[in-house]
């Protein structure tokens, strides 16, 4: 391995830990919309909620892929 090369998962620590970071923010938040009941706001985090899910589930994807290339 030369200097400057990532380890093979290393992208994948990158990407989830980004979404991580995401889920956080989003649960802040919702912290904050359910404080005031804000119904759109309420709508809005839920929705952002769904696209991390997605972003989830691609990334376990890709991980899985990756695992068996490698395997």
């Known amino acids: 391995m030369t200097p400057g090369e990532q380890l093979p998962g290393e992208d994948s620590l990158k990407r989830a830990e ?7 923010e989003t649960r802040t938040e919702l912290e904050r919309v359910a ?9 809005d ?20 892929r990756d695992a068996d290339a490698g395997a």
Request: proline share 0%; no cysteine; net charge negative.
């Open 18 to 24: 980004e979404l991580l970071a995401r889920l956080e």
């Open 45 to 64: 985090v839920l929705n952002e909620l769904a696209e991390i899910a997605k972003a989830v589930e691609a990334e376990l994807a890709r991980a899985r």
């Open 35 to 43: 404080a005031s009941e804000d119904a759109e706001g309420a709508i």
